[in-house]
T-cell receptor
């Protein structure tokens, strides 16, 4: 089946630094990728929708200047947490939509990465 | 707005026990409903789905029925196995232009002991 990878799987950084998280579709092309964050014992919250070659669409309340998203190719989207603070510590999950299976329901062919645990000290 | 409420975990069962994980939702219109499963160290995988009222989604022995009258989509399995140990997420997708956006429940950790 389709595989989505994330790198790194976990990262610890100091407050004020920036961290980049990569999301890759390994065996399919993804015109659309989604970024979620999850706090302990809470649901996944959609942060933004990333479209290849265009600007990301951010959900209400998500700071686009703090969470920079770049979807430069059909297999890679990156999320950069800028000037990270302890309250940014969370589990970040991406999903990628298989461009070849996007006919019909827009939810067809959406695959999730394993997530990245970010801890800001 | 849309929301999903799941049964709180963790849930611990013995092998071959009956499983129910409750899920209720709030949404406008007729959303599609999903159950996703996340095995340790892996990404979320679609387990089953239902796109209209009274539909029953099923996969790997799991079932869930879209109940519009009770706004529920409870997950059931008649006989769980150790390999079913995972986190289960109930989710819905909006209608219209928001159709591709998923709203998730909190997730329910299931542990099945031999």
């Amino acid at each position: 089946g389709a595989v989505v990878s994330q790198h790194p799987s976990w990262v610890i950084c100091k407050s004020g630094t920036s961290v980049k998280i990569e999301c890759r579709s390994l065996d399919f092309q993804a015109t659309t990728m989604f970024w979620y964050r999850q706090f302990p014992k809470q649901s996944l919250m959609l942060m933004a929708t990333s479209n290849e070659g265009s600007k990301a669409t951010y959900e209400q309340g998500v700071e686009k200047d703090k969470f920079l998203i770049n979807h430069a190719s059909l297999t890679l989207s990156t999320l950069t947490v800028t000037s990270a603070h302890p309250e940014d510590s969370s589990f970040y999950i991406c999903s990628a939509r298989d461009a070849s299976l996007s006919g019909g329901s827009p939810l067809r062919g959406q695959y999730f990465g394993p997530g990245t645990r970010l801890t800001v000290t | 707005g849309n929301s999903v409420t799941q049964m709180e975990g963790p849930v611990t069962l013995s092998e071959e026990a009956f499983l129910t994980i409750n899920c209720t939702y709030t949404a406008t219109g007729y959303p599609s409903l999903f159950w996703y499963v996340q095995y340790p160290g892996e990404g979320l995988q679609l387990l089953l789905k239902a796109t209209k009222a009274d539909d029953k989604g099923s996969n790997k022995g799991f079932e869930a029925t879209y109940r519009k009258e009770t706004t529920s989509f409870h997950l059931e399995k008649g006989s769980v196995q150790v390999s079913d140990s995972a986190v289960y997420f109930c989710a819905l997708s909006g209608v219209g232009t928001s159709g591709s956006r998923l709203t998730f429940g909190e997730g329910t950790q299931l542990t099945v002991n031999p």
